[in-house]
């Protein structure tokens, strides 16, 4: 079993920066992918970035050259640095990780972008 808590969202204006944090823990050998989720209120729940063991990214068009995805494999923690945030990032946003072929969630941290 993998356990995963996010943290750092949080209510912030247009044009502002956070960075998100997903710590894992439990069995944590060999995390395969981890990726991070979002929700906005009435919406499907989307992909916006991920991140292989190795360090290859991908991210949604949306926030290309805004948002940054990293982890640390030392310390089992994966990061979202987002930058020149919009309201329509506003969101839940989720990390997601693989390990022995299931897929672990965490619960969300909520993340608001306004004036």
């Known amino acids: 079993q993998v356990q995963l808590v996010e943290s750092g969202g949080g209510l912030v204006q247009p044009g502002g920066s956070l960075r998100l944090s997903c710590a894992a823990s439990g069995s944590i050998f060999s995390i395969g992918a981890m990726r991070w989720y979002r929700q906005a209120p009435g919406k499907q729940r989307e992909l916006v970035a991920v991140i292989t063991r190795g360090g290859s990214t991908n991210y949604v068009d949306s926030v290309k050259g805004r948002f940054t995805i990293s982890r640390d494999n030392a310390k089992n923690t994966m990061y979202l640095q987002m930058n020149s945030l919009k309201p329509e990032d506003t969101a839940v946003y989720y990390c997601?990780?693989?390990?022995?072929?299931?897929?672990?969630w965490g619960k969300g941290t909520l993340v608001t972008v306004s004036s």
């Open positions: 997601n990780a693989d390990q022995a072929l299931m897929a672990y």
